[in-house]
């Protein structure tokens, strides 16, 4: 039996650029390693823990699916009693996550997306309007923003129930505070790193709080507000409020528009107060983020490929025939070169670039004689896979036709992994993906319209305020290694913001200016 605890291999990777260098990458690298040695799966230390990676998609699969009793939790630390917003699905363990998970679901159903779909349209037209405005006037934008503050106005509508205005006014307090809770000062890098180094017993004992104290006041209070106000004046709104305010009165989640019971009294709690308002804490914060990020990069890669560009209005001009002109819950599901679009997207720049998972309890790996104790983190490196030529071909070129039913067929599972799999998987993706098309098909001012001013704009034009639309740090074509390695976190989703700030510290915690010690603790006799 190999053992964890005595390495057997050590090795050092160069790596060619100082800092700069988020946890995802650093475990695209561990994936490159271990497939370049004709490994299924190798273990790591990162910092003083050691992590389980595995890079063979049948182990993937084990992993996050057929064995997931024993990989339930992310590891995640959470207080629910010092930092109630700290208690959400994402964080939640074992029966408890359980539980939360099953009273969740039914607000994620296609007929409850459908349901929010001309919210989500409203809000949409709110940013076509800002990008009428700057194509009209070809003011340079910064996407990214824009693209923020309509999910921010989405998300914040239909997780809280309130007029967020974002995309009115950059300077409104959900704005203000959705960028608050990811600002990295130097006080929250040393949270990250404590979070991510200190046993949680530890951290409970010093009460660690993961979120800043006035993110917190303004969240319970905006939740405290809503609830009291909907339940007061029997509000209906058709989002997800509705049906967490359901949840904490009836128990469940049903089709009417009642907030209270038949007899207009609260009864069984399903979600405590402080429950819903996690629960609409993470809605927010996992909404608007990743998102916005993968419009930012669709817009991106389009504004660079005319060709896809032409071929996505095609579809979008041909979906408003079909529909008399109207953007429909129907139509937008019926594009599907849009999907393969969003697919493609999310593979070269998956906003979550790798996935975490804790043993739970002691598990044997399949066909091999290691067991991985209680407690190992387990790192699937999602940027590894997605970037293998084994699976995607030349991986740095952006080709939806990778995500024909074909070519899917052609690959094997658990290859594709943007939004994890198995029982864990986003509870948000169809929400996400609606989101996204609308966001895509309406504040493209090419994609966008069918007819009307801008269809005299050309894709040479459409490619010049694409590319003055890029992410701000995105370099130029010539940089393109460089971004890979450095610097594309840095747009990316909060995750890779936080993971390249980990990164950055663990290096120093490594004591180590260009290198970083990799040190096995078992190696491939199971190969
Ligand atoms: C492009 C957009 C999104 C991406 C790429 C994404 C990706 C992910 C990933 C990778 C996970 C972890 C899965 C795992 O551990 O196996 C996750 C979990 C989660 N996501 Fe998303 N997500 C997106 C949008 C959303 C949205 C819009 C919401 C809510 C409205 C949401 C809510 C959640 C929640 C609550 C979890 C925790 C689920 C659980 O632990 O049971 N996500 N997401």
Redesign the pocket.
């Known amino acids: 039996m190999t053992s964890l605890t005595h390495p057997t291999d050590n090795y050092t990777v160069m790596y060619a650029e100082e800092g700069r260098y988020s946890l995802g990458q650093q475990f695209e690298d561990f994936y490159k390693i271990f497939t370049s040695r004709g490994l299924k799966h190798g273990g790591v230390h990162v910092g003083i823990k050691p992590f389980y990676v595995p890079v063979d998609p049948e182990l993937i699969k084990h992993v996050?699916q057929i064995d997931f009793q024993h990989f339930v939790n992310?590891g995640t630390f959470i207080d629910e009693v010092n930092d109630p917003l700290s208690a959400?699905?994402?964080?939640?363990e074992d029966a408890k996550?359980r539980n939360?998970?099953v009273k969740?679901t039914p607000t994620?159903t296609s007929g409850k997306m459908k349901m929010m779909f001309q919210t989500l349209v409203q809000c949409g037209v709110g940013m076509k309007e800002l990008m009428d405005a700057s194509a009209k006037n070809r003011i340079p934008i910064d996407i990214k923003d824009i693209l923020c503050r309509y999910?921010t106005d989405a998300?914040g509508s239909?997780?809280f129930g309130l007029e967020c205005n974002s995309l009115k006014d950059p300077d409104s307090v959900f704005r203000k505070y959705g960028k608050r809770v990811f600002e990295m000062d130097m006080r929250s890098q040393i949270k990250t790193l404590l979070q991510f180094a200190l046993p949680h017993q530890v951290l409970k004992v010093f009460k660690f709080k993961q979120n800043k104290p006035d993110v917190e006041e303004f969240f319970m209070k905006a939740v405290k507000d809503t609830v009291e106000f909907r339940e007061k004046n029997n509000v209906y709104r058709k989002d997800?409020m509705h049906l967490l305010i359901q949840l904490k009165n009836r128990g469940a989640v049903s089709d009417d528009g009642k907030v209270l019971n038949e007899e207009g009294r609260s009864e069984e709690k399903a979600l405590t107060m402080n429950e819903l308002t996690a629960?609409a804490f993470?809605?927010?914060l996992?909404?608007?983020e990743?998102?916005s990020?993968?419009m930012t990069f669709a817009l991106y890669e389009i504004a660079r490929h005319p060709d896809i560009q032409e071929k996505l209005r095609q579809e979008i001009n041909g979906m408003f025939e079909k529909h008399d002109d109207q953007l429909t819950y129907d139509g937008i599901m019926e594009l599907t070169y849009m999907d393969k679009v969003?697919n493609e997207t999310?593979r070269k720049y998956?906003?979550?670039p790798m996935?975490?998972?804790k043993c739970s309890r002691d598990y044997t790996i399949p066909d091999t004689q290691i067991t991985l104790k209680k407690g190992v983190n387990v790192g699937?490196p999602?940027l590894g896979l997605h970037n293998d030529p084994k699976y995607y071909p030349n991986p740095e070129k952006f080709d939806p036709e990778r995500f024909s039913e074909e070519n899917k067929r052609s690959r094997p599972a658990f290859t594709w992994?943007?939004?994890?799999?198995?029982?864990?998987?986003?509870?948000?993706?169809r929400?996400?993906?609606l989101?996204?098309k609308i966001g895509l098909k309406l504040g493209n001012p090419v994609t966008g319209y069918k007819s009307g001013m801008f269809r005299g704009i050309t894709n040479k034009s459409w490619l010049r305020l694409g590319l003055q639309c890029e992410p701000r740090e995105t370099p130029t074509e010539a940089e393109k290694l460089r971004r890979r390695k450095a610097d594309w976190s840095y747009v990316t989703?909060l995750f890779g913001y936080a993971a390249r700030i980990s990164g950055e510290v663990l290096q120093v915690f490594l004591r180590s200016k260009k290198k970083i010690e990799v040190k096995m603790f078992f190696s491939g006799t199971d190969r």
Request: charged share 5%; net charge positive.
């Open positions: 996050l992310h959400h699905l994402f964080s939640l996550w939360m998970r969740l994620f999910t998300i239909i997780a997800f629960q993470i809605f927010f996992a909404g608007f990743t998102s990020t993968t969003l999310l998956p906003p979550f996935i975490l998972r699937i999602i992994l943007p939004f994890g799999e198995g029982p864990r998987l986003c509870i948000g993706l929400f996400a993906v989101q996204s989703s």
